[in-house]
């Protein structure tokens, strides 16, 4: 069942905003009226109006530069080159053509550089047909851009090459991932400009590779936004050399929720991390930030643990941390929590305030960072630690430097382990809701006697593990058998058996974090009221890809759904079993009924003429994707005010009574929802 606030959400917002006459940390919080879910701004907002003349230039342009990459996908030769740098042309007409079409500029300043950039593209595409890319040869600010394998899209990144960067030079150099803060007019034009000017950035590391994600937009880079930063960074490593050892990922503001993020979920990746302000976690920070106390159900108060950085902070303990904040910012509030955090596991969380300074980077402060992070990376990421500890709560985040966690207890709850190297010949273990983990040490790292059978000290037992390999790889493999016992091999056992596992895990919005596509039903619903809210949200998920994640859905009729479809995307099929015929063909392999009259699922049974299913589960018609039933991603348009509520709002299965119309936070009413368990099938659910 939905929340119900005891409250309502006006007077609420009445009481916010009378604390905030008498408490000054609030006078410029987005506002009480960023709490009323039936009175929601629009995110982007309306552009302003772009002079007739100014239009018929840019439709001039970006249809000279559509005819342009029309025919580079056509040229047969240099099919591969043309492939890779083909997006450093779409950027450019990708841009504008948005901003145009949806009403997308915000500044006359950006109608001009919208006609520089067409012109940049038309540049690009003229020496791609020629066979090079001379831009990929230049210092200073550069404008890339890559293919999503979420989408297909062309997306845009930004990179700072140094002035002394030498391209024919052997040398790797340091990069720094920066993290844009929050801009609700960050439309793809403005991104461009700001990186094509070199504006916008906060950090001039000497020497230093400096990369931009966009992010997907402004969603603090969560779920798709996540996937950004890989595809950008893969994609910039094909034409500059980067040091992986000597790679860091910073930010502020939002770019801080975000740097917070990828530091607690990839501890192993980076060399440093260095938020500043933004958020680490959902309810104290909108208590503090937003003056909205949550009252969710319990499902989504549990998967807040998937971007809720405090409940991850021992994952920080092999990577060098500086947090920083203003001292009378009011998102001090994210560094804090951390450092409360990191308190709770025994380690001290480095936090740097800059005296006296509200949302802004002090510059002694900035100064004393740099100096701590040139020392830092002078050695570099530590590749094998001598102890790891690491927490996870979804097998999506499964690995820390040497140690991969391979099947949890309970997706959700704490999985954890500390693993040390403690002699040449033994590891001491420790494990928490865990049922199978595996060690990976590729050529020439595993630090173990290869003379010496090596033993495990695994939860207070001893167990003998197969030797080291003579280049120094080795892989093993554990797993918890039904007595308790751990069980060792070196190849994994359960392949084939369906469970969860990395990137099968759930819940719904994990489906939009690789290539879906959206299926529409090609027949008659059983119930009206179903086809009718089916047609709603199918057409709202297409519409809410492209505004908040930038991107183009794949869409096809089920009717022309393949083999192929099923191999290469997640699918997303709508409607009910009556209006679309791969859903009644697949239904009785799923672990749910659903006839004319009920649906049934984890032993609850509802009224088929006005409720729906919403569900994602292993595709039976291929187990390595999944199979989505009527959903996109699940947060709406209430949650895009402010970054901290961007998380998921259904998780594994939900049932939405259609009486009840959509609004700005939900499908429908829910009135049933729930995970299900560590192999896929229906399990008891705790009441809300």
């Not at 840019?58 to 559509?66: F, W």
């Not at 906060?202 to 798709?224: E, M, Q, V």
């Amino acid at each position: 069942m939905q929340p119900r606030p005891e409250r309502s959400l006006r007077s609420a917002a009445i009481a916010v905003f009378l604390m905030s006459l008498s408490a000054p940390s609030f006078v410029k919080a987005d506002g009480p009226a960023d709490n009323l879910e039936d009175q929601v701004r629009p995110i982007p907002p309306p552009g302003i109006a772009v002079p007739s003349a100014k239009q018929d230039e840019l439709r001039s342009k970006i249809k000279a530069l559509e005819g342009a990459i029309s025919n580079l996908r056509k040229l047969e030769k240099n099919r591969e080159f043309i492939d890779h740098y083909l997006p450093d042309v779409e950027i450019c007409f990708r841009g504008p053509d948005s901003a145009l079409t949806y009403g997308e500029f915000y500044k006359p300043a950006e109608l001009d550089f919208a006609i520089e950039l067409l012109n940049i593209g038309l540049s690009r595409a003229a020496s791609l047909w020629e066979g090079a890319a001379p831009w990929t040869r230049t210092t200073g600010p550069v404008i890339r851009g890559y293919r999503s394998k979420i989408d297909g899209s062309a997306q845009p990144y930004g990179l700072e090459i140094p002035a002394n960067y030498d391209f024919d030079a052997t040398d790797s150099r340091r990069l720094d991932v920066w993290f844009h803060g929050r801009g609700e007019t960050l439309s793809e034009v403005a991104f461009l400009q700001q990186r094509a000017k070199g504006q916008g950035g906060k950090i001039s590391p000497l020497n230093t590779i400096i990369l931009h994600p966009y992010g997907r937009y402004s969603n603090a880079n969560k779920f798709a936004g996540e996937v950004d930063l890989f595809e950008a960074l893969a994609h910039a490593k094909h034409d500059y050399r980067i040091d992986e050892n000597r790679t860091l990922v910073r930010g502020f503001s939002m770019g801080g929720a975000a740097c917070w993020q990828f530091a607690v979920h990839f501890p192993g990746e980076w060399a440093a991390a260095q938020p500043g302000a933004g958020f680490a976690e959902t309810p104290d920070f909108l208590r503090t930030f937003q003056g909205e106390t949550l009252n969710a159900p319990w499902w989504e108060e549990k998967l807040w643990r998937w971007y809720n950085a405090t409940d991850w902070a021992v994952n920080l303990t092999n990577l060098p941390t500086i947090a920083y904040s203003g001292e009378i910012d009011r998102q001090k509030q994210a560094a804090d929590s951390m450092v409360a955090a990191a308190g709770k596991e025994g380690f001290r969380l480095l936090h740097l305030v800059g005296p006296e300074t509200a949302h802004a980077l002090h510059p002694g402060t900035l100064t004393e960072i740099e100096k701590r992070l040139v020392a830092i990376t002078e050695e570099g990421r530590k590749r094998i630690p001598h102890t790891v500890r690491f927490i996870t709560h979804s097998l999506r985040y499964d690995t820390a430097h040497w140690v991969r966690i391979d099947r949890l207890t309970e997706h959700w709850e704490p999985g954890r382990i500390e693993a040390t190297l403690s002699e040449p010949d033994r590891i001491v273990l420790n494990t928490s809701g865990v049922e199978a983990f595996s060690f990976h040490f590729a050529a020439g790292d595993c630090p173990l006697d290869p003379l010496v059978t090596p033993v495990a000290e695994l939860d207070g037992k001893e167990l003998p593990l197969p030797k080291v390999w003579s280049d120094r790889s080795w892989q093993v493999f554990f797993q918890r058998e039904s007595n308790g016992n751990w069980k060792v091999s070196e190849t994994e056992t359960d392949q084939d058996i369906l469970r969860k596992r990395h990137g099968l895990q759930g819940p719904i919005d994990d489906a939009f974090m690789d290539s879906f596509i959206f299926v529409k039903p090609s027949g008659k619903p059983q119930h009206d009221l179903h086809g009718e809210w089916i047609h709603a949200e199918m057409t709202r998920a297409v519409k809410e890809w492209r505004r908040h994640f930038r991107g183009d859905a794949q869409v096809k009729p089920e009717t022309a759904l393949t083999e192929e479809d099923h191999k290469n995307h997640h699918v997303v099929l709508w409607g009910d079993p009556s209006a679309n015929a791969t859903l009644a063909r697949l239904l009785p392999k799923l672990p749910v009924t659903w006839t004319k009259d009920k649906i049934t699922v984890a032993g609850q049974t509802f009224d088929a003429s006005h409720h729906t299913l919403a569900m994602i589960y292993p595709n039976p018609e291929n187990p390595e994707r999944y199979l989505v039933l009527n959903s996109s991603f699940t947060f709406r348009e209430y949650d895009y005010l402010n970054n901290a509520r961007q998380t998921p709002k259904l998780p594994d299965w939900a049932v939405i009574d259609l009486r009840t119309p959509p609004s700005t936070r939900y499908p429908g009413r829910i009135v049933a929802a729930g995970f299900f368990d560590e192999g896929w099938q229906c399990k008891p659910q705790p009441e809300n």
